[in-house]
Nanobody, 122 residues
Framework: QVQLVESGGGSVQAGGSLRLSCAAS????????MGWFRQAPGKERERVAA???????NYTDSVMGRFTISKDNAKNTLYLQMDRLMPEDTAVYYC????????????????WGQGTQVTVSS
């Protein structure tokens, strides 16, 4: 199975941008569903964006139109481009993976990175 390492977090002012990267090692990246999750202090972890093995994407409503998830199978890397950041986007962001179903869809995510902090100041 793959192993995941996130990078690209940091501090930014509201309205700014960041790009998170998730490098995957191991075999079979192309067969995996990949997702970005986040957890803010005192809140439950939520799924921000995901892409299945066919390349279909979905986003939580609060980031629609501001965040873009992309999966580069040639580089074994997942990205999250975050634009027009807001203070409520502040959280630890986690990359996650699970082997996807051949006909589409994804089971519960089981592989996790270590997380990267994103802080947005007003």
């Amino acid at each position: 199975q793959v192993q995941l390492v996130e990078s690209g977090g940091g501090s930014v002012q509201a309205g700014g941008s960041l790009r998170l990267s998730c490098a995957a090692s191991g075999y079979g990246f192309v067969f995996y569903c990949m997702g970005w999750f986040r957890q803010a202090p005192g809140k439950e972890r939520e799924r921000v964006a995901a892409v299945d093995r066919r390349g279909f994407t979905n986003y939580t409503d609060s980031v629609m139109g501001r965040f873009t998830i992309s999966k580069d199978n040639a580089k074994n890397t997942l990205y999250l481009q975050m634009d027009r950041l807001m203070p409520e986007d502040t959280a630890v962001y986690y990359c996650s993976a699970v082997r996807g179903y051949a006909l589409g869809g994804c089971p519960e995510y089981t592989i996790w990175g270590q997380g990267t902090q994103v802080t947005v100041s007003s």
